[in-house]
């Protein structure tokens, strides 16, 4: 049985899912070339449908590519789905075909929930402006940004 919590939603749920992310971003190898990120996929009624974070399975993995494997493509529960991301979903890589971004927009997902806008150190992001152009519903939560900010200090300062 897939763990749950509270049905996501702007308040409560989406700070209770942001925290979830924020802890699994804890949980990612360190890197001098990376963000380290945690990502939930949360289905209507709060079960966890994907969870993962940066470089899990491999050194190339990014969180939200993580939490999206581990879902089925074809579950119709994606449709009214929230992806969580403790970081703004990357719109460019170079290690894989497709960035964060892309990868959602091939999902019916639709809504996305990230802390932290992705600073430009590695790349100019813009994610969250892509996913809100292809009709996706994106909420920042940048009150609850500092855990990650914390989470990447070794690459922040």
């Known amino acids: 049985m897939s763990p749950a919590g509270p049905p996501p939603a702007e308040g409560d749920g989406d700070t209770y899912w942001l925290h979830r992310t924020v802890e699994l971003s804890g949980l990612s190898p360190a890197s001098d070339t990376a963000f ?3 990502a939930v996929v949360v289905a209507a009624d709060g079960t966890v449908l994907g969870e993962g974070y940066s470089r899990r399975d491999d050194p190339h993995d990014h969180a939200e590519e993580v939490a999206l494997r581990e879902v089925d493509p074809d579950d119709p529960r994606l449709a009214r789905a929230t992806l969580y991301s403790s970081l703004e979903p990357c719109s460019a890589r170079a290690s ?6 892309g990868l959602i927009l091939t999902t019916p997902v639709p809504r996305v929930v990230f802390a932290w806008r992705e600073p430009a150190l590695f790349v100019d992001c813009d994610g969250a402006e892509r996913l809100a152009a292809a009709g996706r519903t994106v909420v920042e939560r ?12 070794h690459l922040i300062g």
Do not use: F, M
């Open 142 to 153: 940048p009150d609850l940004a500092a855990g990650v900010r914390a989470a990447n200090a």
């Open 36 to 38: 380290s990120v945690g």
């Open 96 to 101: 894989r075909p497709l960035a964060c971004t």
